[in-house]
T-cell receptor, first 112, second 116 residues
């Protein structure tokens, strides 16, 4: 069965650089979520999109932006990277027809 | 206030024994869902079990069962017959509201170590 695909799996950036993380949800899932998980921390909700429109917003820094495209894939853009942005970034998708959330394998971002 | 509370610092269990991981939650919404996820050291988030607020029976999925006590607002995960591969971080999470497209809120997690 198709899963949530995230790319890249690993990313190393320098401070003040930009990064773009991509997420391809499960086909026919209508909602995409982004989470940030710092080392030893619980996942923190960043932002979500329902049918390509932003549906909810959490603790996402102003330096970050995200969007969902017509093919339902989503991208998280991160600018002026800081050391504290080093984390595991998860994308998840869900469908109104079900109750579950499927998570991607995550992108591990390291800012040096 | 914390929506999901997991206070156990770390748990140890002998292989083949059962273990209970605690989770309490706080919500004023009558419709909500409770989830448990396993996160091994490799990092992926693996869905284990789900309990809806209106479900009459406790959820079970293989070796996993959820001890749902609605009045106490607790949703403890019971793992029976622990295996070495169960060693991981375990997160309790909640979705508030009836919509299936509401975000999940996670607890701080519990580290489980299974001893041979």
């Amino acid at each position: 069965a198709a899963g949530v695909i995230q790319s890249p799996r690993h990313l190393i950036k320098e401070k003040r650089e930009t990064a773009t993380l991509k997420c391809y949800p499960i086909p026919r899932h209508d909602t995409v979520y982004w989470y940030q998980q710092g080392p030893g921390q619980d996942p923190q909700f960043l932002i979500s999109f329902y049918e390509k429109m932003q549906s909810d917003k959490g603790s996402i820094p102003d330096r970050f932006s995200a969007q969902q495209f017509s093919d339902y894939h989503s991208e998280l853009n991160m600018s002026s990277l800081e050391l504290g942005d080093s984390a595991l970034y998860f994308c998840a998708s869900s469908s109104r027809q079900g109750y579950g959330y499927t998570f991607g394998s995550g992108t591990r971002l390291t800012v040096v | 206030a914390q929506k999901i509370t997991q206070t156990q610092p770390g748990m140890f269990v002998q292989e083949k024994e059962a273990v209970t991981l605690d989770c309490t939650y706080d919500t004023s919404d009558p419709s909500y869902g409770l989830f448990w996820y396993k996160q091994p050291s490799s990092g992926e988030m693996i869905f284990l079990i789900y309990q809806g607020s209106y479900d009459q029976q406790n959820a079970t999925e293989g070796r996993y069962s959820l001890n749902f006590q609605k009045a106490r607002k607790s949703a403890n995960l019971v793992i029976s017959a622990s295996q070495l591969g169960d060693s991981a971080m375990y997160f309790c999470a909640m979705r508030e509201g009836a919509g299936a497209n509401s975000k999940l809120t996670f607890g701080k997690g519990i580290t489980l170590s299974v001893r041979p």
